[in-house]
């Protein structure tokens, strides 16, 4: 998924007032998500800085005749990893889908109550390349636990630039709204009713 409103950017006084922009930017962002995720400033995970990780737990309960009465009880989540980048790369993108994977060993207890679990990685830079608008655009990473029997896991990768509005997200990353606050300036609740689907699918 990718969207482009064609706009330039603003010129700009600085690197400082980049900054300054970007972490604006940045705690907006942090504003939409945190009436849905529990969110965690300044987070390091396996050597990688996070500015911001967020993580979201849904359970799933199904009722037999009456509510005391519940079979089929499992969970999905998703852990939300977002830093700023003075450029994106190809590189950059692989190990951060080879950090999923390795999280996706150490975080996940394979098991009949184990449902979906999501890693989404989100890049914030300056501009977004073709090369990598190409590659994001198209990615998906999914994974089944031992053939779906113990649910699956999914990566997902984000790239945003917000000063040319415009970001590019691969093809399960419901959380793209939450990163265009241009095109839904005021917070809205469609987007975390996509992520619920999406951790139930």
Known sequence: MTHDTGSQPAASSGDADASEDDAAYLHR??????????????????????????????????????PSITYADH????????????????????????????????WIKPDETHYSTEFTFVLIAPEITDAVRTFVDGFRDRTL????????????????????QTVVASTNAEVEAVFAPWDTPEPETGWIDRVVRRLRS
């Open 29 to 66: 962002v942090a504003d939409r998500l945190e009436h849905s995720y529990d969110l965690d400033w300044e987070h390091r995970v396996h050597g990688e800085p996070f500015e911001l990780y967020g993580r979201l737990q849904i359970e799933h309960q199904k009722q037999f005749l009456h």
């Open 145 to 164: 636990l031992k053939l779906g029997f113990h649910g699956h896991y999914e990566v997902n990768l984000l790239v945003v630039a917000p000063e040319r």
């Open 75 to 106: 969970g999905s989540q998703e852990h939300l990893f977002i830093r700023r980048a003075s450029s994106v790369e190809r590189a950059a993108l692989d190990r951060l889908v080879e950090l999923g994977h390795t999280l996706a060993e150490e």
